[in-house]
T-cell receptor, first 115, second 112 residues
């Protein structure tokens, strides 16, 4: 069964450094998403991406964040200058967008630790 | 502001019984509601989707109801098994594209 993959599984970085989290969505899916989950808290929406552009973003997704689909398979989240409060599990998801409210398939997540 | 409430206390039930989880929301008019399962350290896994014009959906041992007047969804697992032990998340969508707004989840423990 096709699945969303994410790398790395765990990333440790120092405050102020840039990180890039990588995702390979399911191949025939058209919508891509990033969510994050701070330990013990809710899953929070960051951004959705469709047709090579951002379609929605949350208040969390400020100028420090950017997304890119550099080729036909990868979807990346960049945090330009990490802060301690960016420590969280980051989930990539994708959906077919064949109808409104399609189920989203989540990857296993990247645990980001900012020290 | 939008609020989605799930019982933060763990639900402990005996194997074979029906588990019922609740999702209440305020200041929100979702076009659809989804239920996900999340195991520790893993990503959410989709279970069921119900739209605003639907009252009930079933899939194998799972059933979800959606009452837009009460602003509530109920999620039922019948004949529960220890393997059903996990955190169950409700997620609302439809107000802004396909983004989902998640509740805090309810942890279900099924004891043999």
């Amino acid at each position: 069964e096709p699945e969303v993959t994410q790398t790395p599984s765990h990333q440790v970085t120092q405050m102020g450094q840039e990180v890039i989290l990588r995702c390979v969505p399911i191949s025939n899916h058209l919508y891509f998403y990033w969510y994050r989950q701070i330990l013990g808290q809710k899953v929070e929406f960051l951004v959705s991406f469709y047709n090579n552009e951002i379609s929605e973003k949350s208040e969390i997704f400020d100028d420090q964040f950017s997304v890119e689909r550099p080729d036909g398979s990868n979807f990346t989240l960049k945090i330009r200058s990490t802060k301690l409060e960016d420590s969280a599990m980051y989930f990539c998801a994708s959906s077919e967008a064949s109808s409104y409210g399609d189920e989203q398939y989540f990857g296993p997540g990247t645990r980001l630790t900012v020290t | 502001s939008q609020k989605i409430e799930q019982n933060s206390e763990a639900l402990n039930i005996q194997e074979g019984k029906t588990a019922t989880l609740t999702c209440n929301y305020t200041n929100y008019s979702p076009a659809y509601l989804q239920w996900y399962r999340q195991d520790p350290g893993r990503g959410p896994v989709f279970l069921l989707l119900i739209r605003e014009n639907e009252k009930e959906k079933r899939k194998e041992r799972l059933k979800v109801t959606f009452d837009t007047t009460l602003k509530q969804s109920l999620f039922h697992i019948t004949a529960s098994q220890p393997a059903d032990s996990a955190t169950y998340l409700c997620a609302l969508g439809g107000n802004a594209g396909n983004m989902l707004t998640f509740g805090g989840g309810t942890r279900l423990m099924v004891k043999p």
